[in-house]
């Protein structure tokens, strides 16, 4: 860090020394006009004391710039903006003064002689360090304007990229019926969702939530929807394919990263669900007569250690049931008063629904419901929901 400091530094001293020449000729052209008589030694001995001006202004900017606001600038100041501000303009004014001394010294030794001279030069000094100011902040706006237009337009396409993993048409089954939606709180969403074939009529269910926001997040997300489809048709056991996710999560994913992932295969013509949990929301089976199973076998969250197990159980599924998986930007979106949706809420949300309700329709209207209690409030985190149902 600190070597891009004084790298940084020397780029914009760099910058600055070959800069300042151009920056003297329009002053050089409006003291010559003002104080000459329109000839061209008048406009030259101008623009030479404009020159020194120029270096000295420029020198002192350039210090406060990389010792001062430099080192922090952006969404991380030192110091408040209007002091950042005072500072400019206090150290233009110095250095209008420093310059003056330097040009009694040289081309001019009646520059600071009386004290009309030296308010004079307090006055000019005072009406151009404002302009420097303004020039340096309205530079420094500008560049932050363009480097947030470039972070916008690269979100914006990894946000493309990403909703091209996820799935929108949904494979059609005789026995059974797939749907699944995220809405994403930022241009990226760290959770993702897969249905993906495995052979002898079964599939894999996969839905995760990665710790975190924004690319990193996605970056890990995308990760591991690869790595559960190179296993979803070598692989037979949803633990031993948690267990490889695991080990991948711990060698590649920066440290702290870790996600939580439930993974179901799903014997569509014996319309059974084999399921391991890694520390996610615990899906849930809703059963015709008000019966309610939690999918909660499992372990830890992937990406915490190594060697951690993962255990498998099985569910049969029965004619009408609906599995509801979701993450927890479901159950903890928070309303006005700061109270979370919570599990319970979605539970009763789902019994309210009518019975033969299609999967689709079923998000739908848990996502209205979710997004009543939210009110006009965004939701905080990413929201994702995916139901299976088993039609009559």
């Given at each position: 860090?600190?070597?891009?400091?004084?790298?940084?530094?020397?780029?914009?001293?760099?910058?600055?020394?070959?800069?300042?020449?151009?920056?003297?000729?329009?002053?050089?052209?409006?003291?010559?006009?003002?104080?000459?008589?329109?000839?061209?030694?008048?406009?030259?001995?101008?623009y030479?004391?404009?020159?020194?001006?120029?270096?000295?202004?420029?020198?002192v900017?350039?210090?406060?710039e990389?010792?001062?606001?430099?080192?922090?600038?952006?969404?991380?100041r030192?110091?408040?903006?209007?002091?950042?501000?005072?500072?400019?303009t206090?150290?233009?004014?110095?250095?209008?003064?420093?310059?003056?001394?330097?040009?009694?010294?040289?081309?001019?030794?009646?520059?600071?002689?009386?004290?009309?001279?030296?308010?004079?030069?307090?006055?000019?000094?005072?009406?151009?360090?404002?302009?420097?100011?303004?020039?340096?902040?309205?530079?420094?706006?500008?560049?932050?304007?363009?480097?947030?237009?470039?972070?916008?337009?690269?979100?914006?396409?990894?946000?493309?990229?990403?909703?091209?993993?996820?799935?929108?048409?949904?494979?059609?089954?005789?026995?059974?019926?797939?749907?699944?939606?995220?809405?994403?709180?930022?241009?990226?969403?760290?959770?993702?969702?897969?249905?993906?074939?495995?052979?002898?009529?079964?599939?894999?269910?996969?839905?995760?939530?990665?710790?975190?926001?924004?690319?990193?997040?996605?970056?890990?997300?995308?990760?591991?929807?690869?790595?559960?489809?190179?296993?979803?048709?070598?692989?037979?056991?949803?633990?031993?394919?948690?267990?490889?996710?695991?080990?991948?999560?711990?060698?590649?994913?920066?440290?702290?990263?870790?996600?939580?992932?439930?993974?179901?295969?799903?014997?569509?013509?014996?319309?059974?669900?084999?399921?391991?949990?890694?520390?996610?929301?615990?899906?849930?089976?809703?059963?015709?007569?008000g019966e309610?199973?939690?999918?909660?076998?499992?372990?830890?969250?992937?990406?915490?250690?190594?060697?951690?197990p993962?255990?498998?159980?099985?569910?049969?599924?029965?004619?009408?049931?609906?599995?509801?998986?979701?993450?927890?930007?479901?159950?903890?979106?928070?309303?006005?008063?700061?109270?979370?949706?919570?599990?319970?809420?979605?539970?009763?949300?789902?019994?309210?629904?009518?019975?033969?309700?299609?999967?689709?329709?079923?998000?739908?209207?848990?996502?209205?419901?979710?997004?009543?209690?939210?009110?006009?409030?965004?939701?905080?985190?990413?929201?994702?929901?995916?139901?299976?149902?088993?039609?009559?």
């Open positions: 860090m600190a070597n891009e400091r004084v790298q940084s530094g020397l780029r914009g001293l760099l910058r600055m020394l070959w800069r300042q020449p151009l920056w003297a000729i329009p002053f050089a052209l409006f003291f010559g006009t003002m104080f000459g008589h329109g000839k061209l030694r008048d406009y030259w001995g101008a030479q004391i404009s020159l020194i001006f120029a270096y000295v202004i420029g020198l900017i350039w210090a406060i990389t010792f001062i606001a430099g080192p922090r600038r952006g969404n991380r030192a110091f408040p903006l209007w002091v950042e501000i005072l500072c400019f206090a150290g233009s004014l110095i250095a209008s003064y420093l310059a003056a001394i330097v040009t009694s010294l040289t081309l001019m030794p009646d520059m600071l002689r009386g004290g009309r001279a030296i308010a004079m030069v307090g006055m000019f000094g005072l009406i151009f360090s404002v302009l420097v100011t303004a020039i340096v902040y309205s530079l420094i706006f500008y560049r932050q304007a363009l480097e947030r237009a470039r972070s916008d337009q690269e979100l914006n396409m990894a946000r493309r990229i990403q909703r091209g993993f996820l799935l929108s048409q949904f494979p059609a089954m005789p026995r059974l019926e797939v749907h699944a939606i995220n809405v994403s709180s930022r241009e990226v969403s760290g959770d993702f969702y897969d249905v993906v074939p495995a052979g002898d009529g079964s599939f894999l269910l996969a839905i995760a939530d990665v710790s975190g926001k924004g690319v990193p997040a996605a970056l890990l997300s995308s990760m591991l929807q690869a790595s559960l489809r190179t296993q979803a048709t070598s692989v037979t056991s949803v633990a031993e394919i948690l267990r490889n996710v695991n080990r991948l999560v711990n060698g590649s994913a920066s440290p702290g990263q870790f996600a939580t992932f439930f993974l179901a295969r799903v014997d569509e013509p014996r319309l059974r669900l084999a399921y391991s949990n890694a520390g996610h929301n615990w899906p849930i089976v809703f059963r015709r007569g309610r199973v939690t999918l909660d076998r499992g372990g830890t969250v992937v990406g915490i250690l190594a060697d951690t993962f255990e498998e159980a099985v569910v049969e599924l029965r004619s009408g049931d609906r599995v509801v998986f979701y993450t927890d930007g479901i159950s903890e979106a928070a309303n006005a008063t700061g109270e979370l949706y919570g599990d319970d809420r979605l539970i009763a949300a789902v019994e309210r629904l009518p019975d033969g309700l299609s999967a689709q329709d079923t998000i739908e209207g848990l996502l209205a419901d979710v997004r009543g209690w939210l009110g006009k409030l965004e939701a905080g985190d990413d929201m994702t929901l995916m139901v299976l149902r088993v039609l009559d």
